[in-house]
């Protein structure tokens, strides 16, 4: 298999390099903004969950439309609406903390991989299927991908005759929950759950007095650990499993052959998480971003240089992903995309969180 050439790999050392160089001249007494913390909750947090929240009742609408009349439009319709839920969900992996962790939330959206073998066995017993069924079953064989499987088959090869009525009543049952969890999820971060209060004013908070957040610095690097946190599992495993394993069942997403989306969808959760602003929100405040120019302005430069290298060099990997894995042509590709989300974890993690630790 064709490996990295030489001078790419020369080429992302030279980067990082250079950041370390300049890094220098950087002075700091830690990150002490209030107002980027606060506008992180409101222009990127919330409103990526509040898109995530909506577009799974587009879906759960569309599989109930399915069931009542299965057509070939309605199974389509039924597949954008799972492709449309996905983005906000992988834009955001970079913000993976709050209830999303602490409830659970995330292994009950998206587990990974597929128990596709159980699913089978589902869909083949005499046991009823519904939503008090569906809530007892393990994250393996609910959420994004079960529900990509039942609408997208193997290679993304299904047709309406495929779906009998066991899979559609799965199909439904699965949807449903998925929406109630993804409005709870919101709901965790705007008016709380559980008798908890909102987990934006927890947050928002952090400074003095703040159990979960002492100081607006440990705020700050909550946000550079979910940033760099969504680079290594993108570059050392999305990527790097199936294809250094040569293993195509190790692929996310293979079922719909949005894989590659994905990849770009959680890189494009660091630059928002970066820059503040999200493509589910029209406002726009302070960022992370701003407070680094006024410290560090090249590398601010360099961030979002290497953010934009990322998101482009996964771009240039030939689709699907699951086909490109085998492909020698492509592995320069595949190979270049991993050093460039490598290189801007670098970034990350030895530039920019040391500028915002106390």
Known sequence: MTKLPALALLGAASLIATACDSNEAATTSGFDDAQVVADFADHVIIPTYAALAERATTLRVAVDALAADPTEARLGAAQDAWVAARMPWEQSEAFLFGPVDAEGFDPALD?????????DAVLASSDTIDSAYVKNLPPTQKGFHTLEY???????????????????AYLGAVAGEFEDITARLHDAWTDGIGGAGPYRDVFVTAGAGSAAYPSLAAAAQEIVAGMSGICDEVANGKIADPYDGQDAQLEESRFSNNSLADFQDNIRSVKNAYLGTTPFSAG??????????????????QIRAQIDASIAAIAAIPAPFGTAIFDDGAAAAIENAQAAIRSLQTLLDTRLLPLVQK
């Open 111 to 119: 587990t990974w991989p597929l128990n596709k073998t159980d699913l």
């Open 150 to 168: 039942l609408l997208f088959g193997t290679g993304g090869g299904r047709v309406v005759a495929d779906l009998d009525a066991r899979s559609l």
């Open 284 to 301: 726009t405040g302070a960022s992370l971003s701003g407070w680094v120019q006024g410290e560090d302005a090249a590398l601010d430069t």
